[in-house]
């Protein structure tokens, strides 16, 4: 399977930004499509956005649409999570995953079809 780490959290105030990168080794990177979830204390762990293979084809939650972004950049094996306007609900675990597919536009939506993850990064958005 391929490693993964993120990086990137930290604590902000509301209204703020961070970027979170994921690094991937071990694999071909460009063969996973790539996702990230969220966990709050005393909370399921929860779908962030996701992106294809090609970097074409993505997904948000509703909750962060508009003000978050995945990206990837394949040459380096890394996949970002862009997010702005920060609130204190989004305080949470932030967990990058990976799961290989055949197709370069398809994207896995349940957190059951992604076999391998980080460690997480804490995001701590204060009020």
């Known amino acids: 399977q391929v490693q993964l780490v993120e990086s990137g959290g930290g604590l902000v105030q509301a209204g703020g930004s961070l970027r979170l990168s994921c690094a991937a080794s071990?694999?071909?990177?460009?063969?996973?499509?790539m996702a990230w979830f969220r966990q709050a204390p005393g909370k399921e762990r929860e779908f962030v956005a996701r992106i294809s293979r090609s970097g074409l084809n993505t997904h948000y939650t509703d909750s962060l649409k508009g003000r978050c972004t995945i990206s990837r950049d394949n040459t380096n094996n890394t996949v970002y999570l862009q997010m702005n306007s920060l609130k204190p609900k989004d305080t949470a675990v932030y967990y990058c995953?990976?799961?290989?597919?055949?197709?370069?536009?398809?994207?896995?939506?349940?957190?059951?079809?992604?076999?391998?993850w980080g460690q997480g990064t804490q995001v701590t958005v204060s009020s």
């Open positions: 071990g694999r071909t990177f460009s063969d996973y499509a």
């Open positions: 995953t990976a799961a290989a597919t055949s197709s370069r536009e398809y994207v896995p939506a349940n957190v059951t079809d992604y076999p391998s």
